[in-house]
């Protein structure tokens, strides 16, 4: 039987799917629309002090056909009056007793969060959420990624809150930092419960060609953003990555956010450690309803592999991901063309001829646009199977014998470190390249 | 069975005739333009005749520089255009994209063209520069889409060029020829107007060159002369009944098609007679226009015609019948056509088949009086003038020919090349002298 309830760090949720602080969670309306779609958490969008929002406050990257592949913002953390927000948050607390609602906070002074805390605690949150993050607006008054990038300082803050809180506490990182193990270390010493990353990354999604001012325009100039959405993906999980290696940091759950869109984000999430994930930007684009795509898809991943809960595969890639150091040096891959599937539009020539090792050729006979790969040429890089538009057309074939493992840090140990150049891949060796000379000749009507 | 309710009103002749390659709206043309791999060696590119860079304008349109897009499809192609609406695709550039490989439907080329040319048009953009003065004078015969392609690349260039066309309009059959339903008048005419306005050659209207003083006036006066007439009427088919009241010829009551839209007159039962394109473009507007019964007699088999299979598969989707082996012997009927007899061509066997509207479409004349007064022009048995593939120069070093007058009758596209590279054959001829 599949369960894919979470305990979370004490907090309870039917699922592991949560929205993130941000616009969808503005007011109990929508957390309550949120919940009846099938989503089993909400963190509140960040409750604080008094500000005021510009207007003009995203912008966003469209990569071809495809809108908000990136996607970035200069809001600040809540402008709707705190006591709405609290007494709304008793309410659906009231009508949702079994969902998670989660306050995300953000102030200044100890006194300031003190008696914030025990405003959220009174409205019934489950849980607490430290935002740490915002890279635009309130770090120029001293919080959010103000916090984020000062470890001492956020440790200070989270020992205040841990004083303060009764109910469970999650710290949440901003990304824009060299070693995120810096502030998820600072978190776990001053006693947070769990942690939660990425916030958004800063940015400038573009500049608008007429004006020259940066996107989003707001009477003429901007500011940078806060990056997020698809394109944040890649970075979301090597942060989370380097916080479920750590030792002394993975002792406290970890809630994924970054780019989450899909069933098969969310499972690379838990595979890399996280135990519940947070969406903001695929809820800003097509609504609550892609719940029912992660939920269906997750369910059915499982089912498929026999895991009854999340824990059961949670971190299950961690030991996989390693250093550099550590890959075998023997194994050997080469490109391989499905000439029935290959459509003959010669990408991957040209890609491996002008970006990688011309290691594919053109047929002789000119009607015959299916290419070929000089196997000795080809040093497996992948390039060519990434561009091929055909699915499975391009896949790469395993051509060693398996017999040999060597890695760098072998060779380190028995301190056999080559002195020269002598990858039999690479030019010059094994690997054919006209030279210099040869190239200057053959080159016509140029 | 025809289900075209005939047309009294220019409203309903355009929804009638209603154009078969839409112009894309923004949206859908980023949509579609995402679409293109930029292939390597592009097959698209390959089988376009006059080779434009297909997947360099399909990026500059997704890009935003829709500007460049039209600039590079006019740098190949100067009737970048018409080209986009009328060229045969599914046979040239569109046949060959890579997804038709994979049973995918291939980029909708011709239609982002058409995005990119209109956008020019539409919006009167400055796109083309007149070359540098050169003092030296080409004449043009025929303001059809060779003649006016060769007008434009001498104009780059920098020579004086006048173009004399018969017709008080330019274009040739692209407004008087091809189906309405693929270009419009007013698009066709727009073009042409706009390369005018911006390239400066001089079209005189109502100029008819048949004896042999115009021939010699040009010669005295011009440096070189292209000839880009086409081709002729419809012939005759040698057989009785030819001179019947509502017996037509294909390309003459195509013209009147192309003028009088919905008032054009047609019969309730059609006969039409041929197996190319054109007898099927008489079929489809036929049907088009409201006869009830439309019936397509050719002398072989469905795969002897000459015409592309979409063409005959459109004429069949919009009613008419097929009717093969079907040989025409005499035209039946005392003022007006009745009928035609025909002959089976693989029995032999006679029969006859009633109508009171015939349409021939069983091949045009050449223009051989015009070509008898200019010295020295060769001619060749199919009755096209020879001329040397790469510089399109006649028997008679002074005249350039190209278009339908060399290559038979074939299409815009292959007018447009054959025009521009005349074009620069003449250039490098002149340049010389
Ligand atoms: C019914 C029909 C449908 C067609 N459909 C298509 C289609 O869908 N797509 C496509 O690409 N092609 C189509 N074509 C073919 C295309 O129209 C021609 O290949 C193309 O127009 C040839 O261009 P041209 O300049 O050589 O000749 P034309 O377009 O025939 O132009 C010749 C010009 O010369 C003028 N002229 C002739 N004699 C003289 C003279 N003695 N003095 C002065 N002027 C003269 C004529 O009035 C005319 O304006 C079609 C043709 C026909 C007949
Ligand atoms: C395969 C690969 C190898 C690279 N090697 C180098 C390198 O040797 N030196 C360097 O300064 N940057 C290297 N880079 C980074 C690129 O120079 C560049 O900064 C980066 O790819 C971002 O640009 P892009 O988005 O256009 O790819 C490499 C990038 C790639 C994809
Ligand atoms: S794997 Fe790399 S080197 Fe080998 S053929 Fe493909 S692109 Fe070239
Ligand atoms: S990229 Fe793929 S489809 Fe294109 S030529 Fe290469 S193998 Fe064929
Ligand atoms: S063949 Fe198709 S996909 Fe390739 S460049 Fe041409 S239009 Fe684009």
Same mark, same amino acid.
């Given at each position: 039987m599949i369960d894919i309830s979470v305990n979370f760090a004490g907090i309870k949720a039917p699922n592991p799917f949560w929205l993130a602080s941000a616009p969808p969670t503005n007011s109990g309306y929508q957390i309550m629309k949120a919940f009846d779609a099938g989503w089993g958490g909400a963190v509140w969008k960040t409750l604080g002090l008094p500000t005021i929002n510009v207007s003009s406050r995203y912008g966003s990257i469209n990569y071809r056909d495809t809108r908000m592949a990136g996607f970035s913002n200069i809001e600040l953390i809540s402008d709707r009056p705190l006591e709405d927000n609290l007494r709304e948050m008793q309410e659906v607390k009231k009508y949702y007793p079994n969902h998670a609602v989660i306050a995300s906070l953000m102030v200044d002074t100890r006194q300031e969060w003190e008696t914030i805390i025990k405003e959220v605690q009174d409205a019934g949150a489950d849980g607490i959420e430290l935002n740490f993050g915002c890279p635009h607006g309130m770090c120029e008054r001293g919080m959010g990624s103000a916090v984020g990038q000062e470890p001492e300082v956020l440790k200070t803050i989270v020992g205040w809150v841990m004083a303060a809180a009764k109910i469970p506490v999650i710290t949440k990182l901003s990304p824009n930092?060299?070693?995120?193990?810096?502030?998820?270390?600072?978190?776990?010493?001053?006693?947070?419960?769990? &942690?939660?990353? &990425?916030?958004?990354?800063?940015?400038?999604?573009?500049?608008?060609?007429?004006?020259?001012?940066?996107?989003?325009?707001?009477?003429? !100039? *901007?500011?940078?953003?806060?990056?997020?959405? +698809?394109?944040?993906? +890649?970075?979301?999980?090597?942060?989370?990555?380097?916080?479920?290696?750590?030792?002394? &940091?993975?002792?406290?759950?970890?809630?994924?956010?970054?780019?989450? $869109?899909?069933? =098969?984000?969310?499972?690379?999430?838990? /595979?890399? *450690?996280?135990? !519940? %994930?947070?969406?903001?930007?695929?809820?800003?684009?097509?609504?609550?309803?892609?719940?029912? #795509?992660? #939920?269906?898809? /997750?369910? *059915?991943?499982? #089912?498929?592999?026999?895991?009854?809960? &999340?824990?059961?595969?949670?971190?299950?890639? /961690?030991?996989?991901?390693? $250093?550099w150091k550590n890959l075998n040096l023997k194994y050997s891959v080469k490109a391989n063309i499905d000439r029935e599937k290959c459509i003959g539009c010669q990408l991957c020539y040209i890609a491996c001829d002008d970006g990688a090792?011309?290691?594919?050729?053109?047929?002789?006979?000119? #009607?015959? =646009?299916? +290419?070929?790969?000089?196997?000795?040429?080809? %040093?497996?890089c992948n390039l060519c199977s990434l561009v091929c538009p055909v699915e499975n057309c391009i896949s790469m074939q395993r051509k060693d014998d398996k017999s040999e493992h060597l890695t760098w840090d072998m060779l380190t140990q028995k301190n056999e470190i080559p002195n020269t150049f002598n990858d039999e891949r690479a030019g010059g060796k094994g690997h054919h390249v006209p030279s210099v000379e040869e190239a200057w000749n053959k080159r016509e009507n140029i | 069975m025809i289900e075209y309710k005939k047309p009294n009103t220019k409203e309903e002749f355009k929804k009638n005739f209603k154009e078969k390659k839409p112009l894309m709206n923004k949206?859908?043309?980023?949509?579609?333009?995402?679409?293109?791999?930029?292939?390597?060696?592009?097959?698209?590119?390959?089988?376009?005749?006059?080779?434009?860079?297909?997947?360099?304008?399909?990026?500059?349109?997704?890009?935003?520089?829709?500007?460049?897009?039209?600039?590079?499809i006019y740098k190949s192609n100067w009737l970048g255009n018409a080209c986009a609406v009328v060229c045969p695709t599914g046979v040239l550039c569109e046949g060959s994209c890579v997804y038709t490989k994979e049973d995918i439907l291939p980029v909708q080329i011709g239609r982002l063209q058409h995005f990119a040319t209109q956008y020019i048009i539409g919006n009167r953009l400055k796109t083309f520069e007149q070359g540098f003065d050169i003092q030296k004078k080409v004449a043009?015969?025929?303001?059809?889409?060779?003649?006016?392609?060769?007008?434009?690349?001498?104009k780059t260039i920098g020579y004086k060029v006048d173009i004399f066309e018969t017709k008080s309009a330019p274009s040739g059959l692209i407004s008087h020829g091809i189906a309405p339903y693929k270009i419009s008048n007013e698009d066709a005419l727009f073009e042409v107007e706009f390369l005018k306005n911006q390239l400066n050659f001089n079209i005189f209207y109502n100029e008819k060159i048949n004896s042999k003083q115009q021939i010699m006036d040009l010669e005295s006066k011009y440096d070189a002369i292209f000839i880009g007439v086409g081709i002729g009427s419809t012939a005759n088919l040698n057989i009785s009944g030819e001179n019947l009241n509502n017996v037509i010829g294909a390309v003459e009551w195509i013209e009147k098609l192309r003028k009088q839209e919905h008032q054009t007159t047609i019969g309730e039962n059609v006969i039409v007679l041929g197996g190319g394109n054109t007898a099927m473009d008489a079929a489809t507007e036929s049907a088009k226009l409201g006869a009830k019964n439309v019936v397509l007699a050719y002398r072989g088999s469905k795969e002897d015609m000459k015409a592309y299979p979409f063409e005959y598969e459109l004429a069949v989707s919009c009613g008419v019948d097929g009717l093969f082996y079907a040989q025409p012997i005499e035209i039946l009927g005392k003022e007006k056509v009745e009928g035609v007899r025909f002959k089976n061509t693989l029995n032999q066997e006679e029969f006859i088949i009633n109508c009171d509207f015939l349409i021939k479409a069983t091949g045009q004349a050449k223009h051989l009086e015009l070509f008898s007064l200019i010295d020295n022009l060769t001619i060749d048995d199919r009755k096209k003038i020879k001329v040397n593939q790469d510089t399109f120069q006649t028997t008679n070093p002074k005249y350039f020919a190209g278009g339908d007058a060399v290559n038979g009758g074939s299409e815009v596209v292959n007018a447009a090349f054959e025009g521009k590279m005349a074009g620069i054959g003449i250039h490098n001829f002149l340049k010389n002298k």
């Open positions: 930092i060299s070693h995120i193990t810096d502030p998820g270390l600072a978190a776990v010493q001053g006693g947070t419960n769990a &942690i939660s990353l &990425i916030n958004t990354v800063k940015s400038i999604v573009g500049i608008d060609l007429d004006t020259f001012a940066p996107y989003p325009i707001v009477d003429g !100039s *901007g500011t940078n953003g806060g990056y997020c959405g +698809p394109a944040v993906k +890649p970075i979301a999980l090597h942060m989370l990555k380097e916080l479920a290696q750590h030792r002394q &940091i993975n002792k406290v759950p970890i809630c994924g956010i970054g780019g989450i $869109e899909t069933w =098969r984000d969310v499972v690379e999430f838990i /595979l890399l *450690g996280a135990t !519940s %994930v947070q969406v903001c930007t695929a809820v800003m684009h097509y609504g609550f309803g892609i719940v029912r #795509e992660m #939920e269906a898809g /997750l369910k *059915g991943f499982m #089912e498929q592999r026999s895991f009854d809960t &999340i824990y059961d595969f949670a971190g299950r890639a /961690l030991p996989k991901v390693t $250093e090792h011309q290691a594919i050729k053109l047929s002789e006979n000119s #009607e015959d =646009r299916i +290419p070929s790969v000089i196997e000795d040429n080809c %040093v497996g | 949206t859908e043309a980023l949509v579609e333009s995402s679409k293109c791999l930029f292939c390597y060696d592009p097959p698209c590119m390959k089988a376009c005749p006059t080779k434009i860079d297909i997947p360099l304008f399909i990026k500059q349109i997704h890009t935003g520089n829709v500007y460049g897009a039209a600039q590079t043009i015969i025929g303001a059809g889409p060779a003649g006016i392609a060769c007008a434009c690349e001498l």
